[in-house]
């Protein structure tokens, strides 16, 4: 890790990458696993959902300590998820309160149901922390004393240096974990973090950019494990009519411009793939086929439709982007951009202006730069949360016709097979007006010992994201 978080032990005010250094010790009642919209129990044994919709019932397990020995049981269930509800967390908008149906029993009352409703009840902030450390102790304490029912307990912290970790010997789950001691330790940058891989001082690391990461592994020594994916791509200002992005011709000249197998075989050093669709993950989710045909690299076609939209002189053309981007997959798309009529001149953003930037529509004939949420498991909430039109992501974005209402209808579906189609009809129908130009999807960089093995075959990915919670499956092998 490039830092040890400041906040990791209240979930309320944990943000990333404070979120890892929980997971080692702090449980939620339910799990994400490696199928998109399945969950597995943790905490809760089972769940129900009620014939209306109206509310899930969790039965919760039983026989289960917090770190200090006290009870993890329906009233500590309700206390956590009433705190949540109170703080008004986005993730659980849609809970409106909590009962206890009897010890290990709780009905989690809702306002409404779509298909990311355990989602919500999956993620980080709704781990369980000890109600008794925390009212003894208060927030300021609990803030970097993690006391859950995780399968390893925090021995020692020091902040911008290390996390320590030792297993939870009353652990639920019988035989886990298998490592007796985990220690997370803080390195400032990537040079230094493969300096201290190279050396031993280290079994992994969590992330690592795509050059140290390549050189690490190819030392033999050590694997990659890739975790949550994004997608580098364009936007622009298809509503104004001032705009030449309003212009079909013009968006499908950007996609065939851009010689997008050509960037990830030459700078992904083989951790990047290229992306012909709008929906991140459409076309990577295991057998689906979502019938578009991609508009590989044609530089000709693309020169013809820059004339035929109306400038047969080419276009200039301004590259927004946050300053963090900045670098070789840019510059290979200004150069291709350029062969083909439209000279682009980049404007790195620092992160913070970029931020605000990312929340107003793109100026008319300008370009945006930026990483959208990809990949199989966040293919619905990527397109609830970045495109349908009240999004505060992408406003320039002209959306299909009945485009909200088929977001509406797979959130409030039911069947997992039913959503991918229609969300195959989206992908088609944004494909077609090339809401977006994708370019290459990069997931994040984990590296592993080789000497190290995990019984769920993944070191540190949990549905689709870098998560402890699978270390306690983690063994060193001779």
């Not at 803080?186 to 990461?213: R, W």
């Amino acid at each position: 890790m490039q830092d040890t978080s400041t906040v990791f032990g209240y979930p309320l005010n944990t943000i990333p990458p404070g979120n890892i250094f929980a997971g080692f010790c702090l449980e939620a009642l339910i799990q994400s696993t490696n199928q998109p919209l399945v969950y597995a129990p943790c905490l809760a044994t089972s769940w129900e959902l009620a014939p209306d919709k109206s509310s899930y019932t969790f039965k919760l397990r039983k026989g289960v300590k917090f770190h200090d020995g006290t009870d993890f049981d329906a009233t500590a269930a309700k206390w956590n998820l009433d705190n949540i509800i109170k703080a008004k967390r986005v993730e659980v908008a849609f809970v409106t309160s909590v009962d206890i149906i009897d010890p290990y029993t709780i009905k989690v009352n809702l306002s409404n149901w779509d298909i990311l409703t355990l989602d919500g009840l999956s993620r980080n902030v709704t781990m369980m922390i000890s109600p008794t450390a925390f009212a003894k102790n208060g927030v300021d304490w609990a803030n970097t004393n993690p006391i859950g029912t995780g399968p390893f307990v925090m021995k020692e912290f020091a902040r911008s240096q290390y996390v320590k970790y030792v297993k939870n010997p009353n652990y639920w789950e019988p035989g886990v974990p298998y490592l007796d001691a985990v220690d997370a330790i803080a390195v400032a940058n990537y040079a230094t973090q493969e300096a201290v891989l190279k050396k031993g001082d280290a079994e992994g690391s969590v992330p690592m950019d795509l050059v140290a990461g390549k050189n690490v592994v190819d030392t033999g020594k050590f694997v990659a494990e890739l975790g949550a994916q994004g997608n580098f791509m364009l936007s622009y200002n298809s509503i104004d009519p001032t705009s030449a992005w309003s212009k079909l011709e013009m968006r499908q000249a950007l996609e065939y411009a851009i010689d997008k197998q050509s960037i990830s075989d030459t700078l992904g050093k083989g951790f990047t793939h290229p992306v012909w669709n709008t929906i991140g993950g459409i076309t990577e989710t295991p057998g689906n086929n979502p019938g578009t045909t991609p508009r590989k690299y044609d530089p000709a076609k693309a020169a013809q439709l820059i004339k035929d939209a109306g400038y047969p002189n080419g276009l200039k053309t301004t590259l927004e982007l946050n300053s963090r981007f900045s670098g070789d997959f840019v510059n290979a798309v200004q150069g291709q951009l350029a062969k083909v009529g439209i000279t682009v001149e980049i404007n790195a953003i620092p992160q913070a202006a970029y931020s605000e930037k990312q929340l107003q529509a793109v100026a008319p004939n300008v370009l945006r730069y930026g990483r959208n949420p990809g990949g199989p498991f966040d293919m619905i909430r990527s397109v609830k949360e970045q495109f349908v039109s009240t999004s505060i992501f992408n406003k320039g974005i002209k959306r299909p016709d009945g485009w909200d209402a088929m977001i509406d209808q797979a959130m409030h579906e039911t069947d997992s097979a039913k959503v991918i189609a229609i969300l195959n009809q989206m992908e088609q129908k944004a494909y077609a007006e090339v809401m977006i130009v994708q370019i290459v999807a990069q997931q994040d960089l984990n590296v592993w010992s080789t000497s190290l093995k995990n019984d769920t075959g993944s070191i540190f990915i949990r549905g689709g994201i870098s998560s402890p919670h699978n270390t306690k499956y983690t063994y060193f092998v001779k």
